[in-house]
């Protein structure tokens, strides 16, 4: 049971990454109806700008997060107003294309900027853990858990209660109605694009400050979080907050139990897990779990 709980808890911890990065997703996505590919390179941008106030600039930690963060923001509307801006009106596909297209612009400048070497990123946790009932938790995992749920919290609050996230809803209902209405939707794609490139910033932060440490690689988990919005529907917030806990547990316990029920099927078999679970749901769910179901009338 212990091992269970050690695992489930793992499991906890990494799916709020895969939340926070899933989130992205679909804010970007019921905003203009696009997946948007670079995420993966704002998860690694936000990583590293944290490095860089907490460990080069030695700044505290909190501040560091929330600078990395405003400053990805930044990055990401940016990105919306120069290059996407300009693909308003064009065929989905297209846009795709851009976004893959940036994902390799940004991992470049990326290494030019801070090289290739593993860094380790200056933070008040390093390697502690607390005893909690003979489990060992980690403090960077209850961290990351705090952070995302108040990151998700946050996000909600504003989506549900405020006037822009009520834009942003209208936006994504119906564009030419909340054009109608005076909503600005450049300036809804703009926000938009902001909350995901802020989002995956924490995301990579607090990756970033594991164990592990900072490699130019660490942009690749956005790929096992494109698993968890696609699960969770990729028109739902919530779905992607789901999907991404049942993601990072699936993983989590597949890694634990592999050499004991997997061990027929290889090494790293709990990479592929997000991908079998995610065919499996669509053949019964092609919409995801909370996704909103495509009827149309003949």
Not at 11 to 25: E, I, K, M
Not at 126 to 143: F, H, Y
Not at 144 to 149: E, K, Q, V
Not at 197 to 204: I, P, R, T, V
Request: some cysteine.
């Amino acid at each position: 049971m212990t091992a269970l709980l050690q695992n489930v808890f793992a499991g906890l911890s990494l799916g709020c990454t895969y939340a926070l990065v899933a989130l992205g997703f679909v804010v970007i996505y019921k905003a203009t109806g696009v997946i948007n590919f670079a995420q993966g390179g704002l998860l690694a941008l936000g990583a590293y700008l944290g490095y860089t106030f907490s460990t080069s600039l030695a700044m505290a930690f909190a501040v560091a997060v929330v600078l990395a963060c405003l400053a990805a923001a930044v990055a990401g509307a940016a990105v919306e107003r120069i290059v996407l801006r300009r693909m308003v009106g064009q065929p989905p596909f297209a846009v795709i294309m851009i976004t893959i297209g940036l994902l390799f612009v940004i991992e470049p400048v990326i290494t030019a900027i801070w090289g290739f070497e593993n860094l380790q990123v200056t933070n008040p946790w390093n390697i502690d853990t607390v005893t909690v009932g003979g489990l060992v938790l980690g403090v960077r995992d209850l961290w990351t858990i705090g952070l995302t749920a108040a990151a998700v919290l946050g996000f909600f609050l504003f989506f549900r209660h405020s006037d822009f996230g009520l834009a942003m809803r209208a936006t994504a209902f119906d564009p030419e109605a909340a054009l109608a209405q005076g909503i600005s939707a450049r300036r809804v794609y703009a926000v938009s694009w902001a909350i995901a490139a802020a989002l995956a910033a924490l995301a990579g932060i607090t990756l970033a400050a594991g164990p592990g440490g900072l490699s130019p690689s660490i942009g690749f988990i956005a790929l096992a979080a494109f698993p968890a919005m696609i699960l969770g529907g990729v028109d739902s917030p919530t779905g992607a907050v789901l999907g991404g806990l049942v993601i990072g547990l699936a993983e989590a316990l597949t890694r634990g139990y592999q050499d004991h029920l997997f061990a027929w099927a290889g090494d790293n078999v709990s990479v592929i897990v997000p991908y079998l679970i995610m065919i499996l749901i669509l053949l019964v769910r092609p919409y995801g779990l909370l996704g909103t179901r495509d009827v149309r009338r003949i």
